[in-house]
């Protein structure tokens, strides 16, 4: 059985940095890719970022290229995103998730994962 544990969210000023966690226990960790998403307040859950099993490639919605950057570490099975930046717009409770198949490229497609968090709030305020 699968299991995601995120960390790292809280309530920061506009401008600040964040750093997510996500522990990931129950999978092969290193063949599959992970993902970050985001659900708003009366908004629909959306792609984050993601990246594949080895690290070596990655994905970013346009509203956070250049201010967060995902990794993943596959001796401590976990994976990271450090946000930098944040703006009142990327409050949100962010939730991360594995790849349904292993040795696929990441993807921005929800329905690609499978597996999902319990998701931690991020708040930025102006």
């Known amino acids: 059985q699968v299991q995601l544990v995120e960390s790292g969210g809280g309530l920061v000023q506009a401008g600040a940095s964040l750093r997510l966690s996500c522990a990931v226990s129950?999978?092969?960790?290193?063949?599959?890719?992970l993902g970050w998403f985001r659900q708003a307040p009366g908004k629909e859950r959306e792609f984050v970022s993601s990246?594949?099993?080895?690290?070596?490639?990655?994905l970013y919605t346009d509203s956070v290229k250049g201010r967060f950057t995902i990794s993943r570490d596959n001796l401590k099975n976990t994976m990271s995103l450090q946000m930098n930046s944040l703006k009142p717009d990327d409050t949100a409770v962010y939730y991360c998730?594995?790849?349904?198949?292993?040795?696929?490229?990441?993807?921005?497609?929800?329905?690609?994962?499978?597996?999902w968090g319990q998701g931690t709030q991020v708040t930025v305020s102006s």
């Open positions: 998730a594995v790849m349904r198949s292993p040795w696929l490229p990441p993807s921005t497609r929800e329905a690609s994962y499978d597996s």
């Open positions: 129950g999978r092969t960790f290193r063949n599959y890719a």
């Open positions: 990246i594949n099993g080895s690290g070596g490639t990655t």
